[in-house]
């Protein structure tokens, strides 16, 4: 079991940075490939950046490439979700969540253990 808390949200204006943290418990993310994901009300769940458990490869969603970036500390058990130039539309609640599998995916269904959240709102 792997326990995940997200940290770092809340209220920016337009063009503003924010950076969300996701601190893990009972056991190592090194064995995880890890992803943020964002809910936006009355949207589906939507993938945001994921990287491989070594930090080689990372992947992002088209809407926040070149905007967010996404890195991890193994030996903190924390990933980093630095999210720069932020817009309106970046409203939402921010997940991070833990895989399992092989190769990174942007699909919220392959990923086993999920945190609760956290609110990131961008005024505009």
């Known amino acids: 079991q792997v326990q995940l808390v997200e940290s770092g949200g809340g209220l920016m204006q337009a063009g503003g940075s924010l950076r969300l943290s996701c601190s893990a418990s009972g056991r190592t993310i090194s064995s995880y490939n890890m992803g943020w994901f964002r809910q936006a009300p009355g949207k589906e769940r939507e993938f945001v950046a994921a990287i491989s458990r070594n930090s080689g490869s990372s992947n992002y969603a088209d809407s926040v490439k070149g905007r967010f970036t996404i890195s991890r500390d193994n030996a903190k058990n924390t990933v980093y979700l630095q999210m720069n130039s932020l817009r309106p539309e970046d409203t939402a609640v921010y997940y991070c969540?833990?895989?399992?599998?092989?190769?990174?995916?942007?699909?919220?269904?392959?990923?086993?253990?999920w945190g609760q959240g956290t609110q990131v709102t961008v005024s505009s």
């Open positions: 969540a833990a895989d399992s599998q092989v190769r990174l995916t942007p699909t919220p269904g392959m990923y086993r253990y």
